[in-house]
C-alpha cells in the first residue's frame, strides 16, 4: 500500500511541476505548486516525520503560497506569451541541470557524515532539540532559505512592474 502511495505523490507531483512550468496564467501555476508542495508533505508522512509534513503545509501551502497569490492578484498579472526558445537558453538550462546533478550526487556522497547530528532530535522527538539542531547547525542554511523566499519575491514584483510601465 507505501508503494501506491508514493507513486501516486510522486507523479502527481511531477504532473504538478509540468503545470507550473507550462501554464500561461500565474494562478494556475500557483495552484499547481500547491498541489506540489502537498504531495511533498504526503511523502513526509509516509517517511514518518508527521511534524514535518505539517510544517511543510501549513508554511509553504499556507503562507508563502497564499503571499505568492496576493502578490500576482495585487499586480493583476495576466497570461504570459510564450518567447522563442533560443537554443543558447536550452544549453544553458541543459547545463543547468546537468551541473546541479552532480553537485547532488557529489553533496549525497557525504550525507552519512551528518547521521549523528541529527540522532540528537529522533532520540528526544522533541521540538525543543529540533529547534535548537535548526537554529544551531543549520542557521545558515535556514537563512539561506528565508533569503531565497525573498529573492523570488523581489524577482516577481520587478517582472511584473516592467508589464505596467
Do not use: H
Not at 511541476?17 to 496564467?25: L, T
Not at 502578490?71 to 504570459?80: F, N, P, T, V, Y
Not at 540522532?119 to 545558515?140: P, R
Amino acid at each position: 500500500m507505501e508503494n501506491f502511495f508514493f507513486w501516486t505523490f510522486v507523479l502527481t507531483m511531477i504532473g504538478s511541476g509540468i503545470g507550473v512550468i507550462a501554464n500561461k496564467n500565474p494562478v494556475a501555476s500557483a495552484m499547481n505548486l500547491v498541489l506540489m508542495i502537498i504531495c511533498i508533505a504526503g511523502l513526509f508522512v509516509l517517511l514518518g516525520a508527521y511534524f514535518l509534513a505539517a510544517v511543510q503545509v501549513l508554511v509553504y501551502a499556507g503562507a508563502v503560497m497564499v503571499l505568492f497569490l496576493f502578490i500576482i492578484m495585487l499586480l493583476d498579472l495576466k497570461a504570459e506569451q510564450l518567447a522563442n526558445f533560443r537554443m543558447l537558453g536550452i544549453v544553458g538550462g541543459l547545463l543547468t541541470v546537468l551541473l546541479l546533478g552532480i553537485g547532488f550526487f557529489l553533496a549525497g556522497k557525504n550525507i552519512t557524515s551528518l547521521v549523528g547530528k541529527t540522532d540528537k532530535v529522533i532520540q528526544n522527538s522533541s521540538i525543543k532539540a529540533l529547534g535548537e539542531l535548526l537554529f544551531g547547525n543549520y542557521a545558515l542554511a535556514f537563512e539561506a532559505v528565508g533569503v531565497l523566499l525573498l529573492i523570488s519575491m523581489i524577482g516577481v514584483i520587478i517582472l511584473s512592474k516592467k508589464d505596467l510601465d
